[in-house]
């Protein structure tokens, strides 16, 4: 049997199968409304409870500033409310170069890459001056660079032409929720890691803050402790593909730790904590109630390292002396959003060598993410590519989402999929696969299952 452990009459968790990029071209239309609709079909034999639809800023803003076009949405939910099925919807703020998806490219709004022309500072930037186009920097959030308006701003419009377009869809219901995206990938993080700048795991990335209105900010922080020589980057903190003993940084007993160190790891992740609060508190007004969701990566590589630096330079300061998810949880406590995390563990591991030299450890970081959260009190909703190489995999999503020993009995709000692409995989895994929503659902296999 591929589950051993028996879980009936467990919580009932809501499955939720991302549907693939590529299904809305970039003039925002349905490319293939039947292909749609037979995935849909499918989803649906296996009963998964909903889908995961990204909406894409690049699409429905694309050529001129304020002009929204959502037709190709709502056609789309139109055809997923044919089939009952409830919708995650994911407001997409970022490109999707860096996302695994093939051929589907999706870059920022055209008139966004106008800007860029002229300045190119509205964009991340590492230590060598190479800008990151898949995001816009945090260091524009209050300036007004994006013809006329903040970053902050263009985020609130795009925010409130969904809720004003498909208000009725989420009064009916089969709105279920909304993810905001917050950063690279649509996670709340720096594009630390991107392979368009060379990185490959497990490379510690880089910091992203030499635009010019990042180091503003990093003045100014400078000068209010009285420290102006502060106001500056670290300078031995390696590159992209360093490994953290390489540096002189984030090796153990590094500069991470001195009082410069601290100073400049508390200020960069405090640009991630205010960005999440701007767009949260306009969220909140834009929904009106909704159930806003907020994805934070799983950066598990160099964790059982000292500095724990992929994470550092990723924006949340974890180290093995302080604890760098908390004061983000509790930010979003107060804003009452769910979290959702991106769950990794072995059955991604594709270069075990690679993961023990990299003192990789994802099932620790998990578990510290997961504990912190709902420390915090905060719903937990977890996502997963869902490999289908064999039943091990789900069965350490299942524990992960509801864990048998814990004593206040928490388990996940939901549970989302990216699909495999290949026909000859996804047919494989169909049998698995409803076994699996099954045991999420808390029901019992048929015979023959499993």
């Known amino acids: 049997m591929l589950f051993p452990d028996d879980y009936t009459k467990t919580p009932y968790i809501p499955v939720y199968a991302s549907l693939p990029m590529g299904i809305i071209n970039s003039h925002c239309q349905l490319v293939d409304p039947e292909s749609v609709r037979a995935e849909l079909r499918q989803l649906k034999s296996l009963n998964v409870d909903g889908v995961v639809v990204d909406c894409w800023w690049g699409i429905v803003e694309a050529w ?115 993810e905001i995206g917050l950063g690279a990938s649509g996670e709340l993080r720096y594009p630390s890691c991107p392979e368009t700048m060379g990185w490959k795991y497990p490379g510690i990335g880089e910091f992203q803050c030499y635009d010019r209105y990042m180091q503003k900010n990093l003045r100014q922080s400078a000068l209010s402790r009285g420290h102006l020589f502060w106001a500056r980057g670290p300078d031995n903190a390696g590159y992209y593909n360093s490994r953290p003993h390489e540096t002189g940084f984030f090796c153990d007993g590094g500069d991470y730790d001195s009082y410069y160190g601290r100073f400049f790891l508390n200020w960069y992740s405090g640009v991630l904590m205010d960005h999440v609060d701007q767009v949260l508190s306009l969220a909140t007004l834009a929904f009106d109630g909704a159930e806003i969701v907020v994805k934070v990566p799983s950066i598990y590589w160099w964790y059982r390292t000292a500095s724990h630096a992929a994470e550092l330079t990723a924006g949340f300061y974890n180290t093995t002396n302080r604890d760098g998810y908390s004061p983000v949880f509790r930010m979003l406590k107060k804003h009452s959003v769910i979290l959702k995390l991106v769950c990794y563990g072995p059955e991604y591991t594709v270069h075990e060598k690679d993961d023990d030299e990299a003192f990789a450890d994802p099932e620790g970081l998990t578990w510290q993410v997961i504990n912190a959260a709902w420390d915090q009190g905060l719903p937990l909703c977890i996502e997963s590519a869902l490999p289908c190489r064999n039943g091990e995999a789900y069965s350490r999503i299942l524990d992960t989402a509801k864990p048998r020993d814990d004593p206040d009995r928490h388990h996940a709000a939901s549970f989302a999929y990216r699909q495999q692409q290949q026909p000859p995989l996804r047919e494989a895994c169909l049998s698995e696969l409803c076994t699996f929503v099954k045991c999420m659902h808390g029901e019992a296999p048929q015979n023959g299952e499993g």
């Not at 997923?80 to 709004?109: N, R, Y």
């Not at 920097?137 to 300036?143: L, P």
Request: with cysteine.
């Open 64 to 178: 001129t500033p304020r002009k929204y076009e959502w037709s190709g949405y709502r056609d789309l939910f139109g055809i997923i409310k044919e089939f009952k099925l409830k919708v995650q919807v994911v407001l997409s703020f970022h490109g999707s170069g860096e996302t695994g998806s093939g051929d589907v490219l999706i870059s920022l709004p055209k008139w966004i890459m106008e800007i860029a022309k002229e300045n190119q500072d509205i964009f991340f930037t590492d230590r060598e001056g190479r800008r990151n186009t898949e995001c816009l920097s945090w260091g524009i959030d209050k300036e007004r660079v994006l013809r006329g308006r903040t970053g902050i701003e263009v985020c609130f419009d795009f925010m409130r032409s969904f809720h004003m377009e498909f208000r009725n869809l989420s009064e009916e219901g089969l709105v279920s929720s909304i």
